[in-house]
C-alpha cells in the first residue's frame, strides 16, 4: 500500500500532476483523535467534493495547543495511519500550527471542506480558496458524534463501574 502521510513538499509534488490532469483536489482538516461515525461520514462526503482528498492532521503538539495537555488521546502516527485506512482520504499532512491556513495557502485545493457546525465566515482559509477560484463546501455533521462526549462517556461509565465495587 501506498504510503498517503507525505511531507507538503512531497505532496505538492504528487499533486502538481493530478491538478494538470483536470483533478479536483479537496481539502479538509481536524485532529480526529479517536475516529468515530462523525469523522467516517464527514471525510466520505469531503471526498465526494472531488477527486483527490487531502487530509490536515493536526500534529499532537497542535491538539495539545487547541484541546489541552490530556489531549490527545491517540499519537499523531496511529491518527494518521486510521485515516490512511480509509478509501475516502488520498493524502495526510501533518501541520504543528494551531490552524491550516499555511497549509492550505501552500496547497491551493479547489475545495476546501468543513462541517456545518463552523459557519463559512470563520473557516480558516475560505477567503483564500475563494479568491484563487476555490469553492467552500460545509457538510453535516452528525449529531452528538464527538470525541469529548466519547471520552467524557467512557470516563462517566468508568467511574459508574468503580463506584459499584
Known sequence: MQM?????E????????LRE???RIVFTNGCFDILHVGHVRYLTAARREGDILVVGL?????????KGPQRPIVPEDQRAEVLAGLWCVDFIALFNEPDPL???????????VKGDDWPEDRIIGADFVKNCGGKVMRVPVVPGASTSKMITRILNNFREDRAKE
Open 4 to 8: 498517503k502521510l507525505l511531507s507538503l
Open 10 to 17: 512531497e505532496l505538492k509534488k504528487r499533486l502538481q500532476p
Open 21 to 23: 490532469a483536470g483533478q
Open 58 to 66: 493536526n500534529s499532537d503538539q497542535s491538539v495539545q495547543n487547541i
Open 102 to 112: 499555511l497549509l492550505i495557502q501552500a496547497l491551493r485545493p479547489d475545495v476546501l
